[in-house]
């Protein structure tokens, strides 16, 4: 059964920092493209970042860009969101997935075929 299982969420005072875990079972995303997504109360799921196969290109969504960091280890089949300069808009339900292409830019939800739980993040102002 694949699985991927987010970790880290919390709540956390504006300004301050998490960060996010995604670990994979039941099978290897080391090819695929990873992203997060996020999805605030009353929102649709956006894209925040994403990272390809090989782990050389990541891109990010205009309002997190120069203060969330996407990173994998391909070998340990695991992937992090690091998340600095928290603000109160970044509170949503935070989701790690896997996608069905190969070092490919994809932000649409729909391009993503496995899907975390997702991991709970507040930030209080």
């Known amino acids: 059964q694949v699985q991927l299982i987010e970790s880290g969420g919390g709540l956390v005072q504006a300004g301050g920092s998490l960060r996010l875990s995604c670990a994979a079972s039941g099978r290897t995303f080391s090819s695929n493209t990873m992203g997060w997504f996020r999805q605030a109360p009353g929102k649709e799921r956006e894209f925040v970042a994403g990272?390809?196969?090989?782990?050389?290109?990541?891109y990010y969504a205009d309002s997190v860009k120069g203060r969330f960091t996407i990173s994998r280890d391909n070998a340990k089949n695991a992937v992090w969101l690091q998340m600095n300069s928290l603000k109160p808009e970044d509170t949503a339900v935070y989701y790690c997935?896997?996608?069905?292409?190969?070092?490919?830019?994809?932000?649409?939800?729909?391009?993503?075929?496995?899907w975390g739980q997702g991991t709970q993040v507040t930030v209080s102002s």
């Open positions: 997935a896997a996608a069905r292409y190969y070092n490919a830019v994809v932000r649409q939800p729909s391009d993503y075929s496995y």
């Open positions: 990272i390809s196969g090989s782990g050389t290109t990541t």
